[in-house]
Structure formats: C-alpha cells, structure tokens
C-alpha cells in the first residue's frame, strides 16, 4: 500500500491543515509523522528535541517515515525536515509527493511565534528564513507536483491538489 499523496514544506507550509483537509474531501486516513513520533515517544516534539537532542528526533523521524510510506494507504503529512535525510529522499522515489510552497512573509505569520516548533523557538524569521534557503532545492527534488499556498485558503489549496491526483 501507499499514501494517496504525500505532502512536503517548509514549516507553515499547511501540511497538517491541508493534508486534513484533503483526506476528509478524499475520504481517505490523514497521518502525519509529526504525530506518529509523538504518540511513540508519548511527548511533544519540542520536549524530545530537549530530552534526547534532533538527531535523536531524526532517528525517530526516519523510522516513521518509513513505516508510513509502507503501511499507509491515505494522505501522509511529513515533518518539515524530513527531507533532509537522504535516506528519506530516497523512499520517496516513486511517490506522488506534492509540494507545498510557501515564502517567507506568509511562513512568518502562520508559526508566529514559534511555539511548539524547537527548531523555531529563538529567532522565528531568521531561523525560517536560513531553513527555507537550506530546503527548498531538497523539496523540490522529491516533489512530483508543486502547489503555491501564499495568500490562498487551505481550501483552495486542498482543492488543487486533489485536482492534480485525479488520474
Ligand atoms: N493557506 C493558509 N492560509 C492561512 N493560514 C494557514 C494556511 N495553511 C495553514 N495555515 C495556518 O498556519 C499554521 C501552520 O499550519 P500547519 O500546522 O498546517 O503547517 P505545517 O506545514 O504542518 O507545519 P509543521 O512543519 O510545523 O508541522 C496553522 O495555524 C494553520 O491554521
Ligand atoms: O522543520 C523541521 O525541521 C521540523 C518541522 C516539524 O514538522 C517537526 O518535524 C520538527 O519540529 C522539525
Ligand atoms: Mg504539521
């Protein structure tokens, strides 16, 4: 089995708000691997990122992402750095993978202030800023499709991606 869609951003991309969306206009199971780890874990991702450090996290993130990719049948959200490992860059080959763009003054206003996202917790927009300029070529090499969310409604934005999946 495999996800219908797999959906890839940058932090404040959507991927929870849109992937939710689309699996209740689809009618399939919305997973996210955010949520996998931490129902694992039995902690927030912040508090794991203080507990046991991010490579910790990315262990954790790399064994979710491939179990997800293996078992689930529905819409897969991934963690914003996912795809910093090449390793799940790799699984991905094969997969309809959409990416969800977003630039940097809309990211900035949708995390805020940061809270509840570790790697976010100092300087919001610096730290997006650095992120975005780090991932956007590895989003874009997983990506099969490419969906612009900047000054759009997670509606409109679901809508377009269950466009691009009718066959
Ligand atoms: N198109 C949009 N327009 C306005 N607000 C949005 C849009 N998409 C998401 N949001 C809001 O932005 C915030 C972040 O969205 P969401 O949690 O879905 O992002 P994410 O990509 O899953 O982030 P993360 O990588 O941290 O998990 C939420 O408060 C959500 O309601
Ligand atoms: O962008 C990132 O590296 C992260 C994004 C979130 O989805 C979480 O996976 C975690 O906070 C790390
Ligand atoms: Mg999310």
């Known amino acids: 089995m495999a996800p219908v869609c797999v959906l890839v951003g940058a932090p404040g991309s959507g991927k929870t708000t849109i992937g939710q969306a689309l699996a209740a206009t689809l ?6 691997t955010d949520a996998d780890i931490e129902q694992l874990a039995g902690k927030p991702i912040s508090e794991i990122f203080v507990d046991e450090g991010e490579a910790h996290f990315r262990t954790l993130e790399r064994a979710a992402v491939a179990a997800a990719l293996a078992a689930h049948g529905g819409v897969l959200a991934l963690g914003g750095g996912a795809i910093l490992a090449e390793e799940n860059r790799a699984a991905l080959v094969g997969h309809t993978v959409v990416h969800l763009s977003v630039e940097l003054p809309d990211a900035v206003k949708r995390v805020g202030l940061g809270a509840g996202r570790p790697l976010l917790a100092l300087n919001p927009r610096a730290t ?3 992120l975005m300029e780090q991932r956007r070529p590895l989003y874009a090499e997983v990506a099969t499709a490419t969906v612009i969310t900047d ?6 934005i679901a ?3 269950a466009a691009l999946l009718k066959p």
């Open 151 to 156: 000054g759009r409604t997670p509606e409109e």
């Open 159 to 161: 809508a377009e991606v």
């Open 128 to 130: 997006l800023k650095h």
């Open 27 to 32: 009618g399939v199971e919305f997973r996210d």
